[in-house]
């Protein structure tokens, strides 16, 4: 199923409906500040290896997901004092922040890193913000790439490519063709894993 949604006033049956795919274990791919994700929730083992599939991404690397914002991160991970100060500049906007996972027993394998650690991001993108807190929990994010690895950023062109794969889609007029800035924030000051479309010049600075 393909829909349309609004980039700045999503339709509100639009996000129930994939609040709806998404209880019922289905596979979603939607719109982000950054590039379009394909998703799920993150307490769903089948979504989650269907996702692994479409990706063909081994077992070995783990996939980030998709909080609402500072307080809801700090349920899925550890984050310290200097952590806290930056990401809050930062969020919401384009960047997947690399933090310490807490509740071990809880978050599926697929989403803690051999350090321990998970990828975290909080995208201005209205959609996003709209579906995590209707679920009620995170939302897996992996990035929409062709075969080749390149990001699909025409909504039509992901319609064509992934409709029959996944149980829905919602599209957006934006262009959607950059990834996130890729932030770890384990140690006392933050490398820079990815330079992406988030502005780092603050953390260049200090």
């Known amino acids: 199923m393909y829909l349309q949604v609004h980039p700045q ?3 509100g049956r639009h996000i129930q409906k994939a609040v709806e795919v998404l209880r019922d274990g289905g596979v979603i791919i ?3 500040d950054t590039v379009y994700g394909i998703g799920c929730s993150i307490f ?5 290896e269907r996702i692994y ?5 081994e077992k070995s690397k783990t996939f980030s997901f998709i909080c609402s914002d500072l307080s809801h991160i700090s349920e899925y991970a550890k984050v310290s004092n200097a952590a806290y100060r930056l990401m809050k500049q930062l969020i919401p906007g384009p960047y997947t922040f690399i933090l310490p996972a807490s509740r071990l027993k809880q978050l599926p394998k697929s989403m803690i890193s ?3 650690t998970v990828g975290i991001r909080v995208p201005s993108n209205p959609t996003c913000q709209m579906i995590i807190k209707q679920l009620g929990h995170p939302i897996l994010s992996a990035s929409v790439l062709d075969r080749s690895g390149n990001i699909i950023s025409d909504p039509e062109e992901v319609r064509h490519e992934f409709e029959k794969r996944v149980d829905l889609i919602l599209g957006e007029s934006n262009s959607l063709q950059q990834f996130s800035t890729i932030l770890d924030l384990t140690e006392d000051q933050p490398v820079i ?8 010049s603050m953390i260049i600075a200090a």
């Open 114 to 116: 051999k350090r321990k």
């Open 53 to 57: 599939l479409l990706k063909q991404q």
């Open 30 to 32: 939607y719109p982000t």
């Open 44 to 48: 769903n083992s089948g979504a989650i």
């Open 193 to 200: 894993v990815r330079q992406g479309v988030g502005d780092v």
């Open 9 to 11: 006033n999503p339709q």
